[in-house]
């Protein structure tokens, strides 16, 4: 009897020892997802900062950079936001952290889509037509700019940081991100300023006429007709094929083309367009439509463009 007590008394030590040892296990890749999270968040966070700086230090002081060369430069600043977004949209959120996720989500949303009203607006604001509008949508987008800040700083470093220490976890703490450098760019004045010196450049525009003018617009290879509807097949997609003519006197470089469809702005680029050339830029449409839909289809003006009223046309599409 002593010896099966003996034996029964170390069996239960040696299955306590287990379920200890499997917990600390299992506590310990825990709390190194919870770091590995707060890792990643940070790189992001200091690639984020990184690219603000470089946009408003342009945007500061744009040297002699040309219309064209600083349009480039601030699509290029788009690109990496949008690309903040997508590994933010990525991360893997262990234990709780699927709150904070959801929070961070939403600051990358903020500012991704910011930059990208603010590189849509530019073009037409370092130009002539439609250039105040341009200067005061782009102004607005800057309150953006400032609230995914405030929710960053209010609602994610503190809840993140929460996690962590309630998991005993010290050193991983996220930092400070602010995209917002100053807030004097909420002021619409400011802006006007800034980019006024760059459409003021030599570089800005070719002398010259400069126009663009919409050409044919396609959907599956059906020709659009304003104020009647198309129908096309949505089983294998839609793709719009907008034909843009170079209406002016000089080589264009950079078009960017844009269609609208239940609010959501897809963009495709023709790369260079000479005097009087035609081409073609391709937008499928996804997620793909369904029913009828409105298509606003735009050449965004070149740099001395004055006339733009030919730039746009809205169609009506049946999507089966």
């Given at each position: 009897m002593l010896r099966r007590g003996l034996a029964l008394g170390g069996g239960l030590l040696l299955l306590i020892l287990i379920v200890l040892g499997v917990k600390g296990c299992l506590d310990a890749r825990a709390n190194s997802e919870l770091s590995d999270y707060s890792r990643k968040v940070t790189e992001i966070l200091e690639g984020t900062e990184q690219t603000s700086k470089r946009f408003f230090a342009k945007l500061e002081d744009p040297g002699s950079s040309s219309v064209t060369d600083f349009v480039n430069e601030v699509n290029a600043d788009?690109?990496?936001?949008?690309?903040?977004?997508?590994?933010?949209?990525?991360l893997s959120a262990p234990g709780d952290m699927s709150g904070p996720q959801r929070n961070l989500e939403l600051v990358y949303e903020l500012r991704a889509s910011a930059m990208d009203q603010i590189a849509e607006k530019m073009p037409?604001?370092?130009g002539d037509a439609g250039a105040e509008k341009a200067m005061a949508a782009i102004a607005k987008q800057m309150q953006t700019l400032l609230a995914s800040d405030v929710v960053y700083e209010t609602v994610v470093r503190p809840e993140v940081d929460g996690v962590l220490a309630d998991n005993g976890i010290s050193g991983d703490d996220l930092p400070k991100s602010t995209v917002l450098v100053d807030e004097k760019w909420l002021e619409e004045s400011t802006v006007s300023d800034a980019l006024g010196a760059i459409s003021g450049n030599s570089g800005s525009a070719t002398p010259g006429v400069h126009g663009l003018g919409l050409g044919t617009?396609?959907?599956?290879?059906?020709?659009?007709?304003?104020?009647?509807?198309?129908?096309?097949?949505?089983?294998e997609g839609v793709e719009v094929e907008v034909t843009v003519q170079n209406q002016g006197e000089s080589t264009e470089n950079g078009i960017s083309v844009s269609v609208t469809v239940e609010g959501n702005t897809l963009k495709g680029e023709i790369d260079e367009l000479a005097?009087?050339?035609?081409?073609?830029?391709t937008i499928p449409l996804t997620p793909?439509?369904?029913?009828?839909?409105t298509l606003e289809v735009e050449?965004?003006?070149?740099?001395?463009?004055?006339?733009a009223t030919n730039n746009e046309a809205t169609y009506t599409l049946l999507v089966e």
């Open positions: 788009r690109s990496a936001m949008d690309g903040y977004r997508a590994r933010v949209e990525d037409t604001a370092l617009v396609s959907v599956n290879g059906s020709e659009l007709v304003e104020g009647g509807a198309t129908t096309v097949s949505g089983e005097a009087g050339e035609e081409g073609t830029a793909t439509p369904s029913g009828e839909v050449a965004e003006p070149v740099a001395g463009e004055e006339v």
